[in-house]
């Protein structure tokens, strides 16, 4: 059975990274200017209506409610990336270098180490924010995916066999994971720029 790995077509990941991105700061340009126009609304009217000051506090109060977990997403996207990084510099980049069963049996060492770790989105709270929290568990279940593929190739009968495919589709496989890294790097970097 030819396995296709999702990084060879990763269009619908990026296109979701990147729609999300949007979307957040979108919503944390109009939460500030509530905060803003509250602010203003506040000084001009809490002498005559106070409630307008209590929903000012209540609106400041909230701030950081929406804040935190937003830059909690950033800075995911951003560790989700730099693991997406080393899964190709290092993990992937393997591949090239397998010779013999022993190599083929020391990268398997090496992925399954790696699949061992903990997703660096975990690390984060992001229960607020479940759009970013399942787009950068969705990319993470893939480079587990794929890193379960690969060892079960080199474990494989026909070892030799397998690497030459792994080999022919590595190219594109690294290039997909790039774009992706790409996508949440400029999540991080959109997300910053209208977090602050």
Known sequence: MYY?????????????????SSEGVAVDAWFARVIREADDF???????????????RALDAFN?????????????????????????QVF????????????????????????????PSRRYDLDSVPGPKNAFQEI??????????IVSVLEGADWQKGVEGLKKDL???Q??????RAALNSYATKIEAGGN
């Open 4 to 20: 296709t790995s999702p990084f060879i077509d990763p269009t619908q990941y990026i296109s979701k990274v990147n729609k999300l």
């Open 42 to 56: 506040a000084g001009r009217y809490s002498s005559d209506f106070p409630l307008v000051s209590e929903v000012k």
């Open 171 to 173: 190219s594109k496989v």
């Open 64 to 88: 950081p409610r929406w804040t935190k977990p937003l830059l909690d997403s950033r800075d995911a996207a951003s560790s989700v990336s730099a693991w997406l990084q080393r899964f190709d």
């Open 92 to 119: 992937l980049a393997m591949i090239t270098d397998i010779g013999s069963q022993q190599d083929a049996k020391d990268v398997v060492t090496e992925f399954k180490a790696f699949l061992e770790e903990e997703y």
């Open 175 to 180: 290039s997909g994971v790039r774009q992706v």
């Open 140 to 149: 993470e279940g893939l480079v587990t995916q794929d890193s379960k593929h």
